[in-house]
């Protein structure tokens, strides 16, 4: 008997993607066996292939009889290899617990995969292990000493009739890759070639179902991809080094990207080329490269400094595919943190010691501002994200045979902490907005409180976006900030542009509110002309309400948070709220706020108990057969919260508040004599120490500003903080720029 081991796959194998010609391929394709019914692998003995051709000699097409007498499949125009290491990989020890069974939308283009492991192709998961040794996934499989399914003894399963298969213990692997077929094969079938896949697999392609086959190892299987030609988006493909890079924006056109050389700081400085197509697009580059004279090759070895190698890669192959804000964030960690410290040592002589007292180094005293804030070492967090940077730039390095192991790779990290999830009492949420209607924002925070949304999204919102006759929330952008910079983009992801009924009292609220409004933008800088309100500005001020209020202190994302948890103690099914939230799936929502719901489930559990007799019988309930009336409702209490006021504070002597539970900051904003205001800060753990701080700051900036005053009637300054004229950077004013996601 033949036992059909599952593989749950939307790409999985090494493999390869041809292309054939129409005509010379006509009445090729077989009849497809049975339909897609996820049931070919138990059950259906039969079914052996759905969608795939026929065993055959495996061949390749060329471009040119040249290229095909050379007997180089790589060669090829109409061939792509997709082994890598850049696959995603879920793993699952029986059939019933596999992603796919879970969540439907697991073979979407858009799914978010991050959370899954990184797994390289071809190679089988059972060859994996833990730092201590065991088995990561399932153990190695010998055939000539194990029975592949076993049960809890040791001894091989024999309760199964001809045609099923084993459904407890039967791992099942998922696979994930994104790439890019060249634009040159349209209107050409399309083929997968699977030449390591054991026992049985499915495919899907942006979605749509492929084909199912049973053990490529028993002979090569291709399964016609005609979906493949509907534009499989994102990555594309990995080009040799020096050779620049090239990507589709979202707008259509195609950029190519060189690096022609470096600066003093080992940077690497690059320039770019745009097209209408790929092909003009990599000429344009070539051209580039040509007038440029391109990287050079002595850029790219083995012994060139880390620092280097770094920028390089982050220039190539990271950067084009971040967003902005995160490369922002990289270019700090880069800058500030990683090139200082290990930038010099050679790629090729970097160790895991050296690493390991790199981030050793960082936990003690590296941290390069703000020390007065946050204290000398950077936290856990950052250290983790630098160690990532540093791992994924020498991942790269060993793929492209500049070193051999990557010393990254076993390094000790400082513990993964997850930050506790925050949400406000429901008296809480009253006394926040009774103060939020005090300060002016009693808006803003009642339509987040009201819908979820995030802060970028809450900020871009334009009165266009709602439709008062049905009260219906269009979310469809997002604002950010970059260095000063607001920029207006698309949603991260697809689900993330969605539309939320609002409730009655809501639509009324802003349709009050909008009277009182001139702008576009449904929550306008009260500063800037035709921009929204800050970011920043939005997540700092929850933090002065909170305070004034009498509250906790929560960030800006735990008002999220607080709707969604009030939303699923008051009956919103979790598929709604995932909507609402814009999450990719609501395997994504459960795992936010599995504490809620179970919860929720001993609630239901305790009322259970209680109905079926545990709970003593009340005095005057109905006989048999009588009905009672419903008992009321206890409502909900209103508080008789009354707003803080607060002390108002003499002009010139700044300004206190407490930003969370341990810190205080204080800020004095005076007019220089260059007309503008220029604004420092001071941090403490108490306020009283934060007075005393702030008064040292005043007397300090009021003796500068006499000195820029004098300088200035001297024709000697131009009435401007010292900082900014020695080049420190000051911060910038509000604009906005209208921009892809990509």
């Known amino acids: 008997m033949k036992q059909k081991k599952l593989l749950s796959v939307l790409l999985a194998g090494a493999m390869v993607v041809s292309g054939g010609s129409i005509s010379g391929l006509e009445g090729i ?37 040249e290229k095909a007498k050379a007997k180089d499949r790589t060669k090829s125009s109409f061939y792509q290899l997709l082994n890598g290491d850049d696959w995603k990989f879920s793993w699952a020890v029986k059939p019933a617990d596999r992603i ?133 988006e994102t990555v594309a493909r990995k080009r040799k080094a020096g050779d620049g890079t090239v990507r589709q924006r979202k707008d259509g056109r195609w950029e190519g990207r060189i690096v022609i050389g470096y600066d003093d700081n080992g940077y690497p400085k690059t320039k770019n080329v745009l097209a209408k197509t790929k092909k003009e697009c990599v000429e344009k580059l070539q051209k580039l490269k040509a007038e440029c004279g391109g990287l050079k090759p002595e850029k790219v070895r083995s012994e060139m400094p ?132 005090f300060e002016g924002y009693y808006e803003v925070f009642l339509l987040d409180l009201a819908t979820g949304l995030r802060r ?32 207006i983009s698309t949603p991260k992801t697809k689900n993330s542009v969605r539309k939320i009924v609002l409730p009655p009292a809501v639509v009324a609220v802003l349709r009050e509110y ?53 939303a699923l103690e008051n009956g919103m099914d979790v598929k709604t709220l995932s909507a609402m939230l814009g999450h990719v799936s609501a395997a994504t929502t459960l795992d936010i706020y599995t504490h809620i719901t179970d919860d929720m489930q001993r609630a239901a559990a305790a009322n259970i108990d209680r109905g079926i007799g ?8 109905s006989e048999p057969g009588r009905e009672t009336a419903p008992a009321t409702a206890e409502k909900p209490r209103m508080t008789d919260f009354k707003p803080y006021v607060g002390r108002k504070r003499r002009s010139g002597t700044g300004c206190v508040s407490e930003i969370n539970d341990h810190l205080f900051e204080g800020r004095y904003s005076p007019k220089w004599p260059d007309g503008k205001k220029h604004a420092r800060n001071v941090y403490a753990h108490t306020r009283e120490e934060c007075e005393e701080k702030l008064k040292e700051l005043i007397v300090e900036m009021k003796a500068e500003i006499v000195e820029a005053q004098r300088l200035m009637d001297l024709g000697e300054g131009d009435g401007s903080p010292p900082e900014e004229k020695n080049g420190k950077r000051g911060k910038k004013k509000n604009s906005i720029i209208f921009c892809s996601s990509d």
């Not at 003995?45 to 759905?50: A, D, E, H, T």
């Not at 998922?174 to 083929?191: C, E, G, L």
């Not at 306008?524 to 920043?536: F, L, R």
């Open 29 to 65: 394709i077989p009849e497809v066996v049975a339909a897609a019914s996820s049931t070919e692998w138990n059950g259906q003995p039969g079914v052996f292939q759905v969608n795939r051709e026929a065993a055959r000699s495996t061949f390749y097409s060329f471009d040119t009889a």
């Open 100 to 232: 796919g069974a879970k969540d439907a939308n697991f073979n979407q283009k858009d799914y978010d995969d991050s959370s899954w492991d990184n797994i390289t192709v071809p190679k089988s998961w059972q060859t994996y292990v833990n730092k201590d040794g065991s088995w990561k996934y399932d153990p190695v499989i010998y055939s000539n000493q194990n029975y592949p399914w076993m049960n809890a003894e040791g001894k091989a399963y024999n309760k199964y009739k001809v045609g099923d298969a084993p459904t407890e213990c039967n791992p099942v692997g998922t696979y994930r890759k994104t790439f890019t077929i060249d634009s040159s094969w349209k209107d050409r079938n399309v083929f997968i070639n699977f030449e390591g896949v054991g026992s049985a697999m499915y495919l899907w392609v942006n979605g749509k179902y492929i084909g199912y086959a049973e053990d490529s190892l028993w002979h090569r299987g291709r399964l016609h991809g005609g979906h493949l030609r509907k534009g499989v």
């Open 614 to 621: 545990k709970a003593a019988p009340q005095e005057g309930a």
């Open 306 to 437: 880390f620092g280097d190698w770094l920028t390089y890669w982050y220039e190539n192959h990271s950067k084009p595919k971040i967003r902005p804000t995160t490369q922002e964030t990289y270019e700090s960690r880069i800058r500030l943190h990683i090139i200082p410290e290990i930038g010099e040592i050679p790629l090729n002589k970097l160790t895991q010691n050296d690493l390991q007292q790199f981030y050793g180094r960082l936990k003690k005293s590296g941290r390069k501002r703000f020390t007065d804030k946050y204290g000398e070492g950077l936290s856990d967090r950052m250290v983790r994200m630098c160690h990532a940077t540093c791992r994924s730039a020498l991942e790269k390095a060993v793929q492209d045979g500049l070193i051999h192991v990557n010393p990254a790779i076993g390094c000790k990290l400082p513990p993964k902490k997850t930050r506790e999830m925050q949400v406000l009492t429901r008296e809480e949420l009253q006394r926040f907005l009774i103060q939020a209607k």
């Open 514 to 566: 909008k009277k009182t409004v001139d702008s576009r933008w449904m929550f306008p800088s009260p500063v800037k002309e035709d921009c929204p309100i800050t970011p920043g500005v939005v997540r700092r001020r929850p933090q002065l309400i909170l305070e004034h209020a009498g509250c906790k202190h929560v960030r800006f994302h735990d008002l999220r948070h607080t709707f969604a948890t009030l």
């Open 456 to 487: 970028g999204e809450l900020m871009a919102l334009q009165w266009d976006d709602l439709n008062f006759k049905i009260g219906v929330l269009n979310v469809n952008k997002q604002v950010y900030d970059v260095r000063g910079q607001l920029q």
